[in-house]
């Protein structure tokens, strides 16, 4: 939570027609819904009404998350690249910040730190990168390697790839742009800072030839879970966004990040732990819930199955839905995620597939809550306060209905418990999420020096 005792929101948006795996096929539903950028504008500025701090929009650079049945059912199939979306919106809306993903194995800093700072500039200071290292180990074929690169070496590289960018994005500091007329004189070259870079991975000399915008430089935002990314998070992250189901998970994970900030000298609440939470609200808890039946019977077999197949590991995509479970022994290529399906399969003796498949589907392995605005309120309030985190990426199961929700029925809850704001504080990202520009040691930035 902020000083000011508010938390911080993001609206999640990714791609389906919704956030919920069969939100296309609903009635209200709208198939094409993610290449009409007229309807992607609606709903950022649906979400600036809804005062939210941020617009997320995921990414993939490759098509496959699974085999060509299962993606032949699959909605996310199709969305326009995040860059032109982002830079559509901030045309349209004045201060929601817009943050989209890019990754640090298959980009190049130089490129990827010019083009979140010209979205920065062209936003008045509302752009953030949600850092990844590309999880999906088919996006290597989408650059012509036959491998993927394996996890610590991604990591490695995204450490290097952030200390680039962000050595980029502070070469010219504040006043460097002179622009004086009378005397000829454009730029001051004693406040230009010349990134002279040589590492493991990149080589890359500064300075950016894009001037700071009026949050400084991009929001680093980061999305990985495991040790190699808290690590990162903690180092540069400031927010982080967060995968945590249960209270306690989260607070350990809260804990464990917050935790390993001091040893880069930083504030535990310079960094934001936003995880992601499906909702399904509605004036009455029965609706509600009717609500997210109705679309977890909309879940198509095919889809169901190829999640449990990937959490399982063994193909399933065979089987009758509702035949039970087959008996498979934890094994290290299905990996936790396969032992929480046989801990459900425990659980619930008689399981069908289907039921499995909709227990794992309703929120892509975030957390979720449903019911009245009172229930869902109660839920974000109570892992604010027991510091599970500052804040929720929410993620609406279907669009626009449920943003609509969010702005009708929830905000004007939170607000009454003065949890949330009720105008935005500021017109940059940084300022809205309560946060100072970060120093950032770089190593190896020169002053400008003649270059014969
Ligand atoms: C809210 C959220 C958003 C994410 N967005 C993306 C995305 O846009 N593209 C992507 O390939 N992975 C995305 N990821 C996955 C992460 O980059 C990462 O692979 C995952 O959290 C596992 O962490 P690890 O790489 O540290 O193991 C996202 C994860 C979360 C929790």
Redesign the pocket.
Known sequence: MSASGQMKLGM?Y?PGGGQHMAAWRHPQGIPDFDVDIHRIVDLAKLAERGLFDMF??????SYWRGPLEAMSHDASGAWIEPMAVMATVAQHTQHIGLV??A?TTYEQPYLLARRFAGLDLASGGRAGW?L?????DT?AQSFGHAQHVE?SK??KMAWEFAHVVRGLWQSWQPGAFVRDKASGQFTAPEKLFVLEHAGEFFKVRGPLIVPPSPQGEPVMV?????????ELAAATAEVV???QQHLENSKAFYADVKGRMAAYGRDPDSLKI???LAYFVAETREQAQADFQELQDLIDPVMGLALLSNRMGVDLSRCNPDDPPPVIPDSPRGGSRAQLVNQQIAKNPGITLRELYKHFAGAR??GIVIGSPKDVVDHMEQWVSEKACDGF?MMPPLYPRDLQRFVDLIMPELQRRGLYRTRYEGTTLRENLGLRRPAWPVADKQPARRVA
Request: neutral net charge; proline residues 3%; hydrophobic residues 35%.
């Open positions: 999640f990714w997320f929009m995921a990414d993939s650079l989209c993903t990754t949600n990844i290292t590309s999880g999906n996006v996890k991604r990591y980061q999305a990985g879970a495991s040790d190699e990314g808290r966004f967060a995968a936003m995880p992601g392995g975030h990426n």
